[in-house]
């Protein structure tokens, strides 16, 4: 089992910045395959940046490219989502994830994840 603990959450301005951190503990042997998502109320769940933590290799979401960034610690235990130029449109509940995956697999934003944190939530006014 995996555990995965979101942090980092809370509330901003548009234009603003906020710092999402997931820390995984347990058996995460194999869990190469890092992600974040999110979903606003009323909406489907959406997802926003990946990541291979043996390669380093990310994918983003289109209306999240530019604006963040999906990063690890040199421990590969926690993984980070750097957000700029937040606007109302990014107001969710943020949920990290993982899954084991190849070595080298890059996951996309429909990779099928097993472990999930219990998320925190990001508002943005206007």
């Known amino acids: 089992q995996v555990q995965l603990v979101e942090s980092g959450g809370g509330s901003v301005q548009a234009g603003g910045s906020l710092r999402l951190s997931c820390a995984a503990s347990?058996?995460?042997?194999?869990?190469?395959?890092r992600g974040w998502f999110r979903q606003a109320p009323g909406k489907e769940r959406q997802g926003v940046a990946g990541?291979?933590?043996?390669?380093?290799?990310?994918s983003y979401g289109d209306s999240v490219k530019g604006r963040f960034t999906i990063s690890q610690d040199n421990a590969k235990s926690t993984l980070y989502l750097q957000m700029d130029s937040l606007t109302p449109e990014d107001t969710a509940m943020y949920y990290c994830a993982a899954t084991s995956c190849g070595r080298y697999f890059t996951p996309t934003l429909t990779t099928p994840y097993n472990y999930w944190g219990q998320g925190t939530q990001v508002t943005v006014s206007s």
């Open positions: 347990g058996r995460t042997s194999g869990i190469y395959c």
């Open positions: 990541m291979n933590t043996y390669t380093g290799r990310t």
